[in-house]
């Protein structure tokens, strides 16, 4: 079965859109309890069953290049820089979606959502580079202590390990719709977006580290990747401005887990 994605919800005028160009989600498989440990009450890692090793939790590193990001109502800016969004696949009262560490932009608009919706971003030097027609298609990425280098596996792929089939893998590690986040000065945000559903190439690590993730005692120096999911464009819908849970209320208590490392 094909994968379908979800209806679009209509754009509004306040909403953003961006051009995502040489996309990949490097997943990690990391310990359930491990992870719980990082978020706060009400939101839960979600578990998968793997084929060795039993139950486990996924995070991701997500990093591609925004191009043409602009609010509907503004005219498009000439953006062209390098993010790196790392994700946690979790649930918040019945509803699946992804619990952000944090963003790094390579960009001085980084201070935009950080200071105005109170988003864990900042900025920092990113480099994205892919060769998508060579054979195999390559995928490579530095910034700071964040590290990958991938090539395209020998063949397609229609299993991922943890996952029932490919409807299954698609609709949690591809199109999660809905994320949660720590705001600075204390609370949880919420924003949504939209894109059409990916049709992913299958990438295997050459070699791969991510600092955050180390800092968190998610990984370690040694860690594989679980997979890499990565295609050349993909457009994207940003359902701004993000909102505000209201503190104590829905399945959200008080305390936010212990503090994250600084990304």
Do not use: K
């Not at 306040?14 to 992870?35: C, K, M, N, S, W």
């Not at 060769?131 to 590290?147: N, S």
């Amino acid at each position: 079965m094909t994968f379908t994605g979800t209806p679009r919800p209509r754009p509004r005028w306040y909403h953003a859109q961006t051009e995502l160009d040489d996309f990949a989600i490097v997943t990690y498989r990391v310990p359930a309890g491990a992870l719980a440990r990082l978020l706060p009450p009400g939101v839960v890692p979600t578990e998968f069953a793997f084929a060795d090793g039993g139950p486990a939790a996924l995070v991701s590193a997500v990093a591609f290049r925004d191009r043409d990001f602009h609010f509907r109502f503004c005219p498009r800016v000439a953006i062209d820089c390098g993010q790196i969004n790392y994700r946690a696949y979790v649930t918040v009262g019945g509803r699946q979606g992804v619990w952000f560490f944090g963003t790094i932009l390579d960009h001085p608009l980084a201070v935009v959502p950080r200071w105005v919706w109170g988003m864990p971003w900042r900025r920092a030097r990113i480099e994205i580079e892919a060769d998508w027609d060579g054979a195999p298609a390559r995928w490579r990425l530095a910034a700071g202590d964040a590290r990958c280098e991938a090539e395209e596996a020998g063949a397609p792929h229609s299993r991922v390990d943890g996952f029932t089939g490919e409807e299954h893998w698609m609709s949690v590690l591809t199109h999660p719709t809905v994320g949660w986040y720590r705001r600075r000065g204390g609370g949880i945000g919420v924003y949504g977006v939209w894109h059409p559903p990916m049709r992913p190439r299958h990438l295997t690590a050459i070699s791969a580290r991510f600092g955050v993730f180390e800092r968190l005692g998610l990984t370690s120096p040694e860690s594989v990747p679980h997979s890499i999911l990565a295609q050349r464009h993909l457009h994207f819908d940003i359902h701004t401005p993000p909102r505000r849970l209201p503190g104590g209320q829905g399945p959200f208590r008080r305390g936010h887990g212990r503090p994250v490392p600084r990304l």
